[in-house]
Structure formats: structure tokens, C-alpha cells
């Protein structure tokens, strides 16, 4: 029986070298879909070379409050701000979840969801880096509320392969349990597709040849969402970012042909969000 596998690609657009890191996995790799940080400088280019250069790619939004610039004008959303008119780093909504004012939150996830369709792209599904839209009940309802109104796909809450004790440093104390429990719950009782398991593992010190074999020869049925962060370090997300020289290693791990022929051996389905239940796209 065949398997459906889409392997997303977090964070396209975080800096140049990422997106093409991005664009090399899945041109010469596993990955299927990714989801673009649309408030980074020069992403709209890189959309487009995504769309030139890998047209089976699917694209999606990684709505973002925890770097960068907004998208929406700053005096929509100050409560989302830091004194430079940045968002504020991830560390400060982990201590005050709450400090995010939802309408505001809403402004902005609509504008880079728009920022992302004047590129002509179709919205393949949505997701949340630093999995900020689990943060906050009301953050979760925008969440689905939008996958609804745009007709496309979103990724879980929570992993399926990491047990809840292990990601206290993913999410803070006081949403642990609606990330694992809550949320999830609205997730199955939504008409939103979703993956049937989210399998978040393969990061860190887990992004090993290893244990990407040991998750696709042990695939769950139904439709299965493998993260991924490959990409090329370049300057700018090695002075930025603590998740860099990792990505070389994931992208070296994800296009090895020993990798790409366990695929083909399990006779793992290779999927965008859109085509693992055949919707169509909505008109922007």
C-alpha cells in the first residue's frame, strides 16, 4: 500500500542562501512543498524563482511574529512590535503569550498571506514558525479560520513522533497543553486538511541519515507531514540565526540517493498539501 509523504521545508525566504538550499532538496531531493517567510527582505524574488525553477513545488506561508519586519503597516499592529518596529523575538512571547492581541495577529497573518498571492503563487497550506499560531487559543482559531477562507491545508499542532515532556523548550509551560490536547481537538473537528501525523524529529541532533530512514521505513498510514529546515548557510543566517551550518546537513542528508531509494523501496507517494486531497485552489 502506498504511503502519502509531504516533506515541507520550514523557513524559504530567510535569507538566500536557505531559499536555494530549499529549492536544491527539492529539485535534487525528498522535499515537496515549503513555507515561505514573507516578511523577509527580496522574497517575492525568490518565490519566483520557486515558481521559474521548480514548478511542482508546493508553496505555503510560514506565518511568522518572531523576526523580521511586518508586513501590515506597524500602527495596525503595535502590540505585535519592538521599539525598532521589528516583531518581538520569540524568547518575550514565550514569557507573555497573551501580550499578542489576536486582531492584531489577524491583521498581520492576512498580509503575508496577500503579500504572497501578488505573486500569482497558489497557497498550498500554512504553517507558523517558532509554531506561534499554538501559542494562544485565539491564535489557533485565526489559524483555522484563514486555512477555511483561503481552501487550503494547515500543519498540526503538535508532532506525532516527540513526546509531549520533550518539547518544553518549543512551547511555553502554559500552552503545552492546548498545543498537545486542545488545539489538536479543534484540528480533527474542522473541516481544514490536515496531515494524519506531523513528524517533527528529524532535527538537531536527530537530523540523521539514520533516523530518516527509520521514519520512512516506518511511515503511518494516511497522510504524513515530514519538517524539514534544509539550506545553504550563507553570512547572513550564520550571524543570525542558531540553526544554520544544521541545514547543510539536513540538505546533504535529504537529497543522498540512500534516502531518495528508501522512498522508492517503501513506495512513499511524494505529495503537496493541495494534491494529497486533490483540492483546488481559491481565487485570490
Not at 84 to 106: C, K, W
Not at 170 to 182: I, Q
Not at 195 to 204: H, Q, R, T, V, Y
Amino acid at each position: 500500500m502506498t504511503s502519502t509523504l509531504i516533506v515541507n521545508a520550514d523557513d524559504y525566504g530567510r535569507t538566500p542562501g536557505v531559499s536555494s538550499g530549499i529549492r536544491q532538496a527539492h529539485l535534487q531531493g525528498l522535499v515537496s512543498t515549503t513555507t515561505v517567510m514573507v516578511n523577509m527582505p527580496d522574497v517575492l524574488d525568490q518565490i519566483r524563482r520557486a515558481q521559474d525553477e521548480c514548478p511542482r513545488l508546493g508553496l505555503g506561508v510560514h506565518l511568522n511574529l518572531t523576526i523580521g519586519p511586518p508586513c501590515a503597516p506597524t500602527e495596525e499592529i503595535p502590540t505585535l512590535l519592538d521599539s525598532r518596529g521589528h516583531f518581538r523575538e520569540r524568547v518575550a512571547i514565550v514569557q507573555s503569550p497573551d501580550s499578542l492581541d489576536p486582531t492584531q495577529a489577524e491583521i498581520e497573518f492576512r498580509a503575508q498571506i496577500q503579500a504572497f498571492l501578488t505573486t500569482g503563487a497558489t497557497l498550498d497550506h500554512l504553517d507558523s514558525h517558532h509554531h506561534i499560531v499554538a501559542f494562544h487559543p485565539s491564535l489557533w482559531e485565526i489559524y483555522l479560520n484563514l486555512a477555511e477562507e483561503f481552501g487550503c491545508g494547515v500543519r498540526p499542532s503538535f508532532p506525532s513522533d516527540i513526546p509531549q515532556e520533550a518539547l518544553i523548550d518549543v512551547y511555553p509551560p502554559s500552552v503545552l497543553s492546548f498545543a498537545c490536547h486542545g488545539a489538536m481537538e479543534l484540528l480533527r473537528t474542522s473541516q481544514v486538511p490536515h496531515p494524519d501525523n506531523f513528524l517533527a524529529s528529524f532535527f538537531g541532533l536527530k537530523a540523521t541519515q539514520e533516523n530518516l530512514l527509520a521514519l520512512l521505513g516506518d511511515l503511518p498510514s494516511g497522510v504524513c507531514e515530514l519538517m524539514c529546515h534544509p539550506g545553504y548557510p550563507d553570512d547572513i543566517l550564520l550571524a543570525e540565526s542558531g540553526y544554520a551550518k544544521e541545514r547543510d546537513v539536513e540538505l546533504a542528508i535529504l537529497t543522498h540517493p540512500i534516502s531518495k531509494q528508501a522512498v522508492q523501496q517503501a513506495e512513499i507517494r511524494l505529495s503537496t498539501y493541495r494534491d494529497a486531497w486533490n483540492r483546488p485552489p481559491v481565487s485570490s
